[in-house]
């Protein structure tokens, strides 16, 4: 069975530095042609992909978000770690992260997704 | 603005059929790479509906179905059912080297 859980803060104020943490379980992420990506949603708006890493610990980032981006994978602790510096009042919302198979491919399992709400 | 472009909403009647479409450019669709579908019900994850263009998931009924064609591509819904009402969203990969999704589309079950 594959689950996927975020952690992180809940609240953060506008120009600190967001860390989550993707903790996986039922997948290895030494598997060729799986990755883990993180994906957020503003309230009542649409899905934003914003990373991913693969097996390999290839990274591939959003053009637009990608100076504000790092993503990391610790392999023996089943986990992924999404970093965004400069955080702003307009990324607040719903940050998820999901298995992601295939070089270009799609995210078949997801977590539950954390709130995050950016605000002084 | 999405790099995927789809209609904002969508509605029908109980039993009908709806499409939902997804248009991109030569640089993601048209490029020849494969789109994939997901359902957000209210409040909840997105949940993989179609992978590559046309496969459902175990368990995904088969009153959904995909289809590409070019530079777009849409998600067929048969026998629509109460149920059926949520977001749906495309998705595909781009020649920058980044997953991109479609702009989402509501669907009202009238």
């Known amino acids: 069975q594959i689950t996927l859980k975020e952690s992180g803060p809940t609240l953060v104020k506008p120009t600190q530095t967001l860390t989550l943490t993707c903790s996986f379980s039922?997948?290895?992420?030494?598997?060729?042609?799986?990755?883990v990506g993180w994906i957020r949603q503003p309230p009542g708006k649409a899905l934003e992909w914003l990373a991913l890493?693969?097996?390999?610990?290839?990274?591939r980032y959003s053009p637009s978000l990608k100076t504000r981006l790092t993503i990391t994978k610790d392999t023996s602790k089943n986990q992924v770690v999404l970093t965004m510096t400069n955080m702003d009042p307009v990324d607040t919302g719903t940050y998820y992260c999901?298995?992601?198979?295939?070089?270009?491919?799609?995210?078949?399992?997801w977590g539950q997704g954390t709130l995050v709400t950016v605000s002084s | 603005q999405s790099v995927l472009t789809q209609p904002p909403s969508v509605s029908g009647a109980p039993g009908q059929r709806v499409t939902i479409s997804c248009t991109g450019s030569?640089?993601?669709?048209?490029?020849?790479?494969?789109v994939h579908w997901y359902q957000q019900l209210p409040g909840t994850a997105p949940k993989l509906l179609i992978y590559?263009?046309?496969n459902r998931p175990s368990g995904v009924p088969d009153r959904f179905s995909g289809s590409k064609s070019g530079t777009s591509a849409s998600l067929a819904i048969t026998g629509l059912q109460a149920e059926d009402e949520a977001d749906y969203y495309c998705?595909?990969?781009?020649?920058?080297?980044?997953?991109?999704f479609g702009g989402g589309t509501k669907l009202t079950v009238l």
């Open positions: 999901a298995q992601y198979f295939g070089t270009s491919g799609y995210h078949d399992y």
């Open positions: 998705q595909s990969y781009d020649s920058s080297l980044s997953v991109v």
């Open positions: 039922g997948f290895s992420l030494s598997t060729s042609g799986v990755g």
């Open positions: 590559d263009n046309v």
């Open positions: 890493i693969y097996w390999d610990d290839d990274k």
């Open positions: 030569n640089s993601n669709i048209g490029a020849g790479y494969d």
